[in-house]
């Protein structure tokens, strides 16, 4: 039995080794990027070794998340690796490759019964079907920042995402926009899905930002994913602009979803809290403001709109105060038990905000955010809450909210 024992850690080791052999993409905290592989790791240093062939030695604390946790995956580091360093914004070090966005000869249309046509550019990662005359250089870079920082805090994420990319579509205007939805809806209900679309229906027109499912024939024909997203601004110059507010909630929703794929229907509630959360958190880090608003539907008919402060810029300082004088408290329960936007106030949009800015607001939180997320998209469910509060080092829930309460008022939340 020793002897088998032996013989198995040996086989375990020799396939960890081979894992960690493989090349594949890492990336600094300065935002550059290069397909190497490992050679050795010690001491909170690694050697990496490119197809050229060239040697590369690099510091663990320049590393993102995600290859510090193969690390520990594959290369016997101890899980504390995660914690060296400082949280950077990988997304504003995002550096663009060349060459970034290029036209496509083809175009683009939804389905064959439909006169709407498109031009299309692509990048690393997106396909951009594109009304006649839009420019989109800024939300171009926008989304392939997000998505790199994704990559960077999220171990498995570039592999889950695979080689489709994502489409987004863009419109200069709205009368397109709204031919688009029509029949958009029109296909669903031809489908069976009634539901789906008296859902779509009444809100589309009013919004800026939306989603459709795409085509089997161009989901194969263009090696894309099955969802849309859909950007139709009154002013395209709005798209011109790296970090746009509207444009970096919406992408940040998109790509959180795909990280963490979502909960099953006998779940616990709380993935909504946690989306939005996120998404409103990026939108003020990476825009210093939110100008994003929530479509609520009451299904009688009645439509309304959703926000936090009136202060776009100034969310965390009107909080800090409400929380100073006990008019608000965190709340764990109340902001996992948020399930659409018709649960949401002003001051329960902005402590989803606070609640993710808090997650990941040290190296250590933010490592065990990631670990949040990598048990969500595993496990397809938002965990119990005192498990919840104990991923992130505390005993209780009051503890885990004291420290909340805390990162608000403190000069750190901003």
């Known amino acids: 039995m020793k002897h088998l024992y032996k013989i198995a850690i040996v086989l375990l080791v020799t396939v960890s080794l081979a894992q960690a052999a493989d090349f594949r993409i890492w990336t600094s905290s300065k935002g550059t990027s290069v397909e190497a592989q490992l050679l050795a790791y010690k001491d909170n240093t690694v050697k990496l070794a490119t197809k050229a062939p060239k040697e590369l030695t690099l510091q663990v604390k320049d590393l993102s998340l995600a290859d510090r946790q193969y690390l520990i995956d594959y290369a016997g580091a101890k899980p504390e690796v995660v914690l060296v360093g400082e949280p950077s914004v990988p997304e504003l070090n995002f550096k663009k490759p060349k060459p970034f966005l290029e036209k496509l000869e083809r175009v683009?249309?939804?389905?064959?019964?439909?006169?709407?046509?498109?031009?299309?550019?692509?990048?690393?990662?997106?396909?951009?079907?594109?009304?006649?005359?839009?420019r989109i250089t800024g939300i171009a870079e926008t989304?392939?920042?997000?998505?790199?920082?994704?990559?960077?805090?999220?171990?498995?994420?570039?592999?889950?995402?695979?080689?489709?990319?994502?489409?987004?579509?863009?419109?200069?205007?709205?009368?397109?926009?709204?031919?688009?939805g029509q029949w958009y809806i029109s296909q669903l209900r031809?489908?069976?899905?009634?539901?789906?679309?008296?859902r779509i229906g009444p809100t589309w027109?009013?919004?800026?930002?939306?989603?459709?499912?795409?085509?089997?024939?161009?989901?194969?024909?263009?090696?894309?994913?099955?969802?849309?997203?859909?950007?139709?601004?009154?002013?395209?110059?709005?798209?011109?602009?790296?970090?746009n507010p509207t444009t970096t909630h919406s992408i940040s929703v998109s790509l959180f979803n795909h990280q963490a794929v979502g909960v099953s229907s006998v779940s616990d509630t709380g993935y909504f809290g946690l989306m939005r959360g996120h998404s409103y958190y990026k939108e003020i880090q990476l825009c210093k403001?939110?100008?994003?608003?929530?479509?609520?539907?009451?299904?009688?008919?009645?439509?309304?709109?959703?926000?936090?402060?009136?202060d776009g810029s100034g969310w965390a300082k009107e909080l800090k105060k409400l929380v100073k004088k006990g008019k608000v408290e965190p709340s764990l329960v109340s902001i996992l038990s948020i399930e659409d936007p018709r649960d949401l106030t002003p001051e329960k949009t902005v402590l989803m905000y606070s609640l993710s800015y808090y997650m990941q607001s040290t190296q250590a939180n933010l490592a065990?955010?990631?670990?949040?997320?990598?048990?969500i998209s595993t496990s397809n469910q938002i965990p119990?809450?005192?498990?919840?509060?104990?991923?992130?080092?505390?005993?209780?829930?009051?503890?885990?909210?004291?420290?909340?309460?805390?990162?608000?008022?403190?000069?750190?939340?901003?």
């Open 384 to 414: 119990e809450k005192t498990e919840f509060v104990k991923i992130f080092g505390f005993d209780t829930i009051e503890d885990f909210e004291k420290g909340w309460r805390e990162f608000i008022i403190s000069k750190d939340f901003k």
């Open 368 to 375: 065990s955010y990631a670990k949040l997320i990598r048990l």
């Open 190 to 198: 031809k489908a069976g899905r009634a539901e789906v679309a008296d």
């Open 108 to 134: 683009f249309s939804p389905g064959e019964d439909s006169e709407l046509t498109f031009e299309l550019y692509e990048t690393e990662h997106f396909l951009f079907a594109v009304e006649k005359g839009v």
């Open 143 to 180: 989304a392939e920042a997000c998505w790199h920082g994704m990559a960077f805090q999220h171990f498995e994420f570039r592999e889950n995402w695979g080689t489709t990319k994502k489409l987004i579509i863009l419109f200069g205007e709205r009368e397109t926009y709204t031919a688009l």
């Open 205 to 243: 027109d009013k919004s800026v930002s939306n989603k459709m499912g795409v085509s089997a024939e161009n989901v194969k024909e263009f090696k894309i994913k099955t969802s849309a997203q859909i950007f139709a601004f009154h002013d395209t110059k709005k798209l011109r602009k790296k970090f």
């Open 289 to 310: 403001k939110t100008d994003t608003n929530l479509i609520a539907d009451d299904y009688e008919g009645g439509l309304s709109t959703k926000s936090g402060f009136a």
